[in-house]
């Protein structure tokens, strides 16, 4: 049973699309989260949900969109894609206290060209 | 100042050999402290995990927490080449009432036989 579930694995898509991606988590975890991971492998907070409430928006711009319908899933839609974007996006989930760490999904990697 | 950091490497050790990498963060009220590896091309993966000064050891890893200094180490002994990835340190500085990872930009390890 996949812990943290993240799809698709792989996006490629051109400039100005628009393109969503999906995270599940099965472990019971009140809060889950969303990651970039850049080029130089630094990994940087986006969003973070508390029981479907958005808790954390660390300066990102408009055109991502996060959603949590039930606590278990969250995604994230991005408008009007543009080359900067090119990351791994991370999905990842914690108790609310994160004194045991984030259970990470295992990423979606996103190329816009 | 960078949040939390990191030698970005690459530390290079021979098998057998003690690999110890190092994290200084700023946050001073920071709670706790984690230690991730991630292999090329997949999700961090928590291997240790520390909240108070002084040393915790967990099979060949030995967290090291020193919060005067503020400072947090991995030691790992009799090291591997499956050893061989990248080890992000992440700090969880409870600002503003709500739980998040702040991450390093991570240390590449290279285990050589």
């Known amino acids: 049973d996949t812990a943290v579930s993240q799809t698709p694995k792989y996006l490629v898509t051109q400039m100005g699309n628009d393109k969503s991606i999906k995270c599940e988590q099965n472990?019971?975890?009140?809060?889950m989260y969303w990651y970039k991971q850049d080029s130089k492998k630094f990994l940087k907070i986006m969003f973070s949900y508390n029981n479907k409430e958005l808790i954390i928006n660390e300066t990102v711009p408009n055109r991502f969109s996060p959603k949590s319908p039930d606590k278990a899933h969250l995604n994230l839609h991005i408008n009007s894609l543009e080359l900067g974007d090119s990351a791994v996006y991370f999905c990842?989930?914690?108790?609310?206290?994160?004194?045991?760490?984030?259970?990470f999904g295992s990423g979606t990697r996103l190329t816009v060209v | 100042q960078k949040e939390v950091e990191q030698n970005s490497g690459p530390l290079s050790v021979p098998e057998g050999a003690i690999a110890s990498l190092n994290c200084t963060y700023s946050d001073r009220v920071s709670q706790s402290f984690f230690w991730y590896r991630q292999y090329s091309g997949k999700s961090p993966e928590l291997i240790m995990s520390?909240?108070?000064?002084g040393d915790k050891e967990d099979g060949r890893f030995t967290a090291q927490l020193n919060k005067a200094s503020q400072y947090v180490s991995l030691l790992i002994r009799d090291s591997q080449p499956s050893d061989s990835a990248t080890y992000l340190c992440?700090?969880?500085?409870?600002?503003?009432?709500?739980?998040?990872?702040?991450f390093g930009a991570g240390t590449r390890l290279a285990v050589h036989p």
């Open positions: 520390i909240y108070s000064n």
């Open positions: 992440a700090v969880n500085p409870f600002s503003g009432g709500y739980n998040k990872l702040i």
């Open positions: 472990l019971g975890h009140d809060t």
């Open positions: 990842a989930s914690s108790q609310d206290r994160v004194r045991y760490g984030y259970t």
